[in-house]
């Protein structure tokens, strides 16, 4: 049964009884629900989560401003303030794993550790160019000589599915997302880090964590899981579990 957190603006489904240990944060257009299987298999062994909806996504309302994980994670800090009895473990993939850096990071006292599946958290290198078409009509638009729907059009025609599935203010939060850097918050991360990549990823590649590990000063990990993509907490929910039980000792 889903509850309201925080502000009574952001929902999330609670598992288990007694105080909060664990807190979910689901990737980009995906929903709590995405935990629901490492969440009970914690529950059975007594340790209480709650799985978040983050703000624009499942049955928790739009945001009211647009940013990247540093809103975010401004947005959910109320809601982990109220659940937190003792220090969590905040386990985060993809757009939720920026999130839970990011808390890390600016939030010290509430996190006793993190874990992260599938998480973009330093930029991916790409040698590949935009379009020459886009690069035409952008160069035009920026000089006035195109109008703002031909400019929409050809990021309609040439953007990601994201970016197209978008729209209204979580467009603008797509486009802080891509433009924010992270990588300072995770030079400033003390609580332990478990990272858990799939092997197949091909979204945020192994690369991704391997050079993020590089830049964390923190005790951390780095476990590939074979045979797992990006979406690993639904295709192998048992892997999170298993790191969550080693941060909590």
């Not at 937190?84 to 890390?104: K, M, N």
Request: aromatic fraction near 6%; glycine fraction near 10%.
């Amino acid at each position: 049964m889903l509850r309201a957190y925080g502000d009574g603006n952001l929902f999330g489904e609670p598992y288990g009884e007694g105080p909060v240990r664990v807190v979910w944060l689901h990737g980009w257009a995906r929903r709590g629900q995405d935990f629901a299987d490492s969440a009970r298999e914690l529950s059975d062994q007594g340790i209480s989560s709650v799985a978040l909806d983050l703000p624009g996504f499942g049955s928790s309302p739009l945001p009211t401003v647009a940013g990247g994980a540093g809103i975010y994670a401004q947005l959910i800090t109320p809601a982990l303030v109220e659940l937190a009895q003792e220090p969590l473990v905040l386990v985060g993939h993809s757009f939720g794993g920026r999130i839970a850096t990011v808390i890390a990071a600016t939030n010290p006292e509430l996190v006793r550790g993190v874990v992260l599946t599938g998480a973009p958290l330093v930029r991916q290198a790409s040698s590949a160019k935009s379009p020459l078409r886009y690069r035409i009509v952008r160069a035009l638009h920026q000089k006035g000589l195109l109008s703002d729907k031909r400019m929409e059009d050809a990021r309609q025609h040439f953007g990601s599915a994201d970016y197209r599935n978008a729209h209204g203010i979580m467009r603008d939060v797509l486009v802080a997302t891509v433009n924010e850097s992270i990588e300072p918050e995770l030079g400033l991360v003390r609580a332990p880090v478990s990272m858990v990549w799939g092997r197949s990823d091909r979204e945020v590649p192994l690369e991704i964590a391997q050079r993020a590990g590089a830049l964390l000063s923190c005790p951390h990990t780095l476990r590939v899981v074979e045979g797992a993509g990006h979406l690993l907490p639904t295709e192998t929910p048992h892997e999170l579990v298993t790191s969550v039980m080693a941060l909590l000792g």
